[in-house]
């Protein structure tokens, strides 16, 4: 076979063509994304809260996209199951994740899993955050976190502190406040927030640091006292209600969720998803119905949304593993 030389600059051309080809190929994929419909993979129940969110984000994007992006709820394992079918997802676009601050707990909750989160799914974009609120009976004699916290020190072991189970929301952000606050209250566990609602609305328990947007309606109703919310500025849902790090100075705590997707997938991909839900966040109708269900819309780019995921994952987990929290 002959031997053909081709001139240098010939030569130099034609591989930087090749080596553009599969940049190209991501971007041409990326710019017809979505051609079939997209799952959207949710680790709790149908009706439950983020369920709801990741609905609300899906009806958005099918109308942008032209594609239905269909929501599937795996409840389980603390949403372990719904992360792992994520993970071993193809990872095209097709299969996203609906992840949630229960995902940077269970990193320190769960020992053994088939999975690292912050390693095996990509960030793509946040969609809300939603702050606590310490609520009390008020048949309970504490009217402010000040009298809350001199009536525990007086009175250690004798203040019950309800949450919708071990290793819930609830659970951690009460035993982070006594923590900080260098009190000693008793964690009681019930089997969901509604239950738990339930035992204080009942006396059952004497206070609770919930999702405000669960216990706003009984906080309005008179039926629950709140003393002060998570977030380090005040609401603007309880503007008179003053923050938790007004009494414990450094006290924060928010929920929040957003959109993943198994790790490798394209940039482009990724790029595309996150400018489209962003543009569902800026969108007036939308803001509205997450401000309506007790949040705040909040957007993000792919890796500001990785800095919080990691930031968060650590913050809380020094916070499990102090306490000595398990999941159920």
Do not use: C
């Not at 239905?68 to 409840?75: G, L, M, S």
């Not at 503007?239 to 929040?256: H, K, M, N, R």
């Not at 957003?258 to 543009?279: M, Q």
């Amino acid at each position: 076979m002959a031997n053909v030389k081709l001139p240098r600059r010939k030569f130099l051309h034609l591989a930087a063509g090749a080596a553009a080809l599969p940049a190209f190929s991501s971007i041409a994929k990326a710019q017809a994304y979505p051609l079939r419909p997209v799952r959207i993979i949710v680790g709790v129940a149908a009706g439950s809260s983020p369920d709801l969110f990741a609905r609300l984000i899906g009806q958005w994007l099918s109308e942008r996209l032209s594609q239905p992006f269909v929501v599937e709820n795996r409840p389980g394992a603390g949403g372990n199951i719904a992360t792992e079918a994520v993970v071993r997802a193809a990872p095209d676009g097709y299969t996203l994740l609906l992840v949630t601050a229960g995902n940077a707990y269970n990193e320190s909750l769960f020992d053994k899993r088939n999975f690292n989160f912050i390693r095996d799914i990509a960030p793509i974009a946040t969609i809300h955050r939603g702050i606590g609120v310490m609520v009390v009976n008020p048949s309970f004699p504490a009217r402010s976190v000040a009298e809350l916290i001199a009536y525990a020190k007086i009175n250690p072991g004798k203040v019950n502190m309800a949450s919708g189970g071990n290793g819930s929301a609830q659970h951690i952000y009460g035993e982070y406040f006594k923590m900080m606050a260098g009190v000693d209250m008793v964690h009681v566990p019930y089997r969901g927030t509604p239950a738990a609602l339930t035992g204080l609305l009942a006396g059952e328990a004497h206070a609770m640091i919930d999702t405000l947007s669960t216990s706003i309606e009984q906080i309005r109703a008179g039926k629950l006292r709140a003393l002060g919310v998570t977030s380090s500025t005040r609401s603007e849902i309880l503007p008179d209600i003053p923050t938790l790090g007004e009494f414990v100075p450094g006290y924060e705590a928010s929920l929040w969720l957003g959109l993943g997707a198994p790790r490798n997938i394209a940039t482009p991909v990724i790029e595309k998803l996150n400018k489209e839900v962003n543009a569902g966040l800026a969108d007036s109708t939308i803001r509205a119905r997450i401000a309506a269900m007790g949040y705040a819309a909040f957007a993000s780019s792919p890796l500001e949304f990785a800095q919080l995921i990691t930031a968060e994952t650590e913050k809380w987990g020094k916070v499990i593993r102090a306490a000595n929290i398990k999941a159920e």
